[in-house]
């Protein structure tokens, strides 16, 4: 038996360092997925892949448009429950959430960034 393999989940999971929001005068704690229930951790990740549904229609109408802040609300205030999101206007909402993912993902953080160009990346 190979006694090298070892599942790291400090590396699948990234550390527990505090990932933290700072706007206007206050700062605010989300939870990492680890500190959340197996149902809220489901209803997130229901949410999310619902919003990327509705983010690629050809045409996004108001009920699609309501939808998505709903969700993005509803996303925020599941790892961020202090967040004042009645006063976040919406362009940040995207911006926290993609800041998140970010930082709870491991491998996006020690790996070296790439630039953000817009083209579809494909395999070479």
Same mark, same amino acid.
């Given at each position: *038996?190979?006694?090298?393999? #070892?599942?790291?989940?400090?590396? #699948?999971? %990234?550390?527990? /360092? ?7 005068? %206050? ?5 990492? @997925?680890?500190?959340? !229930? #197996?149902?809220?951790?489901?209803? @997130? +990740?229901? *949410? /999310? /892949?619902?919003?990327?549904?509705? +983010?690629?229609?050809?045409?996004? =109408?108001?009920?699609?448009? %309501? ?12 790892? %961020? &429950?202090?967040? &004042? ?5 919406? #362009? *940040? ?9 970010? +930082? ?6 020690? =790996? &070296?960034?790439?630039? *953000?160009?817009?083209?579809? =990346? !494909? &395999?070479?």
């Amino acid at each position: *038996m190979d006694e090298n393999k #070892v599942l790291n989940l400090d590396e #699948v999971f %990234g550390e527990e /360092r505090p990932v933290k929001v700072k706007w206007k005068e %206050g700062e605010y704690e989300l939870h990492r @997925f680890t500190a959340l !229930s #197996v149902l809220n951790v489901l209803r @997130f +990740q229901k *949410m /999310r /892949r619902e919003v990327m549904r509705l +983010q690629v229609l050809d045409e996004v =109408s108001e009920k699609d448009a %309501g939808t998505i802040e709903t969700l993005f609300n509803a996303m925020l205030k599941l790892i %961020g &429950p202090d967040l &004042p999101l009645d006063d976040i206007p919406y #362009v *940040m909402k995207p911006t926290i959430l993609a800041f998140y993912f970010e +930082q709870i993902d491991e491998k996006k953080r020690t =790996s &070296p960034r790439r630039k *953000m160009t817009g083209a579809r =990346s !494909s &395999p070479k």
